[in-house]
């Protein structure tokens, strides 16, 4: 019924670029807050970025200042805009989506997107 579905991984050098956004479809009522985590091998799944429907943003202090998180509400997309890449990001990211109900709130995930940088 909700389906989230990735995209824009990939490898890149170190202090490169890369975007990914992750797109939420089905059935929804409204979403509330959108975000993107990320795991390595052998590692406990960290929060990178989390964005409200007000806008409002969180980040890890492994990112901030380097990552920007956004939203386009219209289209129920979640972007990640990834900067200055290190080898330390290198990692599954997985997107996460709150869908909200009358009732109830559900989390959903994306299939995750793997994001290598080289030295």
């Known amino acids: 019924q909700v389906q989230l579905v990735e995209s824009g991984g990939g490898l890149v050098q170190a202090g490169g670029s890369l975007r990914l956004a992750c797109a939420t479809s089905?059935?929804?009522?409204?979403?509330?807050?959108m975000g993107w985590y990320r795991q390595a091998p052998g590692k406990q799944r960290e929060l990178v970025a989390t964005?409200?429907?007000?806008?409002?943003?969180i980040y890890a202090d492994s990112v901030k200042g380097r990552f920007t998180i956004s939203r386009d509400n219209a289209k129920n997309t979640v972007y990640l805009q990834m900067n200055s890449l290190k080898p330390e990001d290198t990692a599954v990211y997985y997107c996460?989506?709150?869908?909200?109900?009358?009732?109830?709130?559900?989390?959903?995930w994306g299939q995750g997107t793997q994001v290598t940088v080289s030295s």
């Open positions: 996460n989506t709150n869908v909200r109900y009358r009732w109830s709130n559900m989390d959903y």
């Open positions: 089905g059935r929804i009522f409204s979403i509330s807050t």
């Open positions: 964005i409200t429907s007000g806008n409002v943003t």
